[in-house]
């Protein structure tokens, strides 16, 4: 896997500006993402969107109030975030070695750049950089796709066959997603490894949310049925609940990571 590949994935195979409201799934991470950083960041907070993409996420908190620097590998998506409504200063950068100074920002965001990073050293290296642009006291907030959200999904969509079953049985052991199924070079995280990584790299303490919660493929499931609304409020109402109960979390699509820096 090299950074390229990435950019190649971005540019030309997916449609990052269109996936927060594509599905139940996306909806759910949408809604639930915004309001725990809604709770998190304090008002008028300067933020740091590390990976954020096309913008989505830093349109929403600039119209919150807060003021927005964005940063994504992907040419592309900088060019979108700099030509929606509002505006996004947003610039092309890795989130490995960011271009600024030591404590720049009351908070940082890295919503994407974790889970396309195989090595974990490569991780902790991300969340250490994000760690040190944010002022003592400022808070971060990590994201990473759960160990076993990919079969889940699978199986709540129709999908499941005998490739998605071994794609199952190696995630048991190997989190490194296969980019045959209809994703991208991708790591998939348990619960433990995404909070020893935050510690590893000067995070202790973090909290651990369940993004969509438990039943975001009964969402999923029921889309096309006459139950979908009931059951997609049910699945919200369930995520904000449950959104840090240690033995729900990674039931989860994602799982959010949120700590203040010493």
């Known amino acids: 896997m090299t950074t390229e590949d990435i950019v190649q994935y971005y540019t030309s195979q997916y449609r990052e500006d269109e996936r927060l409201d594509r599905r139940p799934q996306a909806r759910l991470e949408w ?10 960041l ?6 740091l969107d590390v990976g954020g993409g096309t913008g989505a996420y830093a349109r929403e908190l600039t119209r919150a109030g807060h003021r927005v620097r964005l940063v994504d590998l992907v040419p592309a998506h900088v060019e979108q975030a700099r030509a929606g ?4 200063e947003a610039s092309v950068g890795d989130a490995r070695e960011l271009p600024f100074a030591d404590g720049s ?3 940082v965001l890295v919503l994407g750049p974790l889970y396309h990073l195989h090595e974990r050293a ?3 290296a991300v969340l250490r950089e994000a760690a040190r642009v944010t002022r003592p006291g400022g808070v971060l907030a990590a994201a990473v796709i759960a160990r076993f959200a990919g079969p889940l999904d699978f199986a709540a969509t129709g999908r499941f066959d005998a490739r998605a079953l071994d794609e199952a049985r190696s995630l048991v052991h190997d989190g490194r997603n296969d980019p045959e199924l209809g994703f991208t070079h991708a790591y998939f995280h348990r619960p433990e490894e995404l909070l020893s990584e935050c510690t590893d790299a000067g995070l202790p303490g973090a909290v651990l949310h369940g993004v969509e919660g438990p039943l975001w493929t009964a ?9 979908a609304a009931s059951v997609f409020t049910a699945a919200l109402e369930l995520a904000r609940l449950y959104s840090t109960e240690r033995s ?3 039931a989860s699509s994602h799982m959010l990571a949120t700590a203040v820096r010493g």
């Not at 809604?31 to 998190?40: A, D, G, I, N």
């Not at 409504?85 to 996004?88: E, S």
């Not at 969402?219 to 139950?227: K, N, Q, S, T, V």
């Open 31 to 40: 809604t639930r993402t915004l309001e725990v950083l809604h709770e998190l």
């Open 248 to 250: 729900l979390v990674a």
């Open 122 to 124: 490569d991780r902790v």
């Open 219 to 227: 969402a999923e499931a029921a889309l096309d049925g006459p139950h």
């Open 105 to 107: 920002f009351d908070a």
């Open 42 to 47: 304090p008002p008028g907070a300067f933020v």
């Open 85 to 88: 409504d509002p505006p996004i």
